[in-house]
């Protein structure tokens, strides 16, 4: 059974750091572009990093450039988010998501997020 | 605010068929494919139709999708209790170079 189980979210003040880490089983893992994807409370999803199956291209949303690095251990099957000086508005539930391709023609397209993991919520505040 | 634009809410009888919206601009939904996804309360979100009109595997096909210029529009018919939940439309944004959301609408049956 594909799976993503996310952990490290809690409670951290602004400024302060946490990095968030997804378990991958059930599929190899070196073979998928992964995703973070985030939720704050009562709002809806936003994207918030990416990186290529070997680790070497990696994006991230405007919101969170600088602040926030996506990794990854392909060893350990395993995808990161080191998240720094962490704001109010970084609160939310953040989702692991594995971004299998479609490829046809000599392209490749995502084929969408799936699976997402359960989430891990990350509290910030004072 | 997010880039691609949805309905916050929309209903529907059991039985009835109810239509989605998101709406973009030609740098998202008009170069790129549009993925829906639902998200049932208090859980994860789950793929529900892939590039435009694809149905992953266990999707009923209740489900479809549609797209045309710059915008998208998710269709369930008869409308069931269980589809109750939040559905949320996606694409990549050709100019900002990243993936963006709608701010999902909240289905009810009525």
């Known amino acids: 059974e594909v799976q993503l189980v996310e952990s490290g979210g809690g409670f951290v003040q602004p400024g302060g750091s946490l990095r968030l880490s997804c378990a991958a089983s059930?599929?190899?893992?070196?073979?998928?572009?992964m995703h973070w994807v985030r939720q704050a409370p009562g709002k809806g999803l936003a994207w918030v990093s990416l990186?290529?199956?070997?680790?070497?291209?990696?994006r991230h949303a405007d919101s969170v450039k600088g602040r926030f690095t996506i990794s990854r251990d392909n060893a350990k099957n395993t995808l990161y988010l080191q998240m720094n000086s962490l704001r109010a508005e970084d609160t939310a539930v953040y989702y692991c998501?594995?971004?299998?391709?479609?490829?046809?023609?000599?392209?490749?397209?995502?084929?969408?997020?799936?699976?997402w993991g359960q989430g891990t919520l990350v509290t910030v505040s004072s | 605010q997010s880039v691609l634009t949805q309905p916050p809410s929309a209903s529907g009888t059991p039985g009835q068929r109810v239509t989605i919206s998101c709406s973009g601009s030609s740098s998202n939904i008009g170069s790129n494919y549009v993925y829906w996804y639902q998200q049932l309360p208090g859980t994860a979100p789950k793929l529900l139709i892939s590039r435009n009109n694809q149905r992953p595997s266990g999707v009923p096909d209740r489900f479809s999708g549609s797209k045309s210029g710059t915008s998208a529009s998710l269709a369930i018919s008869g409308l069931r209790s269980e589809d109750e939940a939040d559905y949320h439309c996606a694409a990549w944004d050709d100019s900002l170079s990243v993936w963006v959301f709608g701010g999902g609408t909240k289905l009810t049956a009525l």
């Open positions: 998501v594995r971004d299998p391709p479609h490829c046809s023609g000599g392209s490749c397209h995502s084929n969408g997020f799936d699976p």
């Open positions: 059930g599929f190899t893992f070196s073979d998928y572009w």
């Open positions: 990186i290529n199956n070997d680790g070497s291209h990696t």
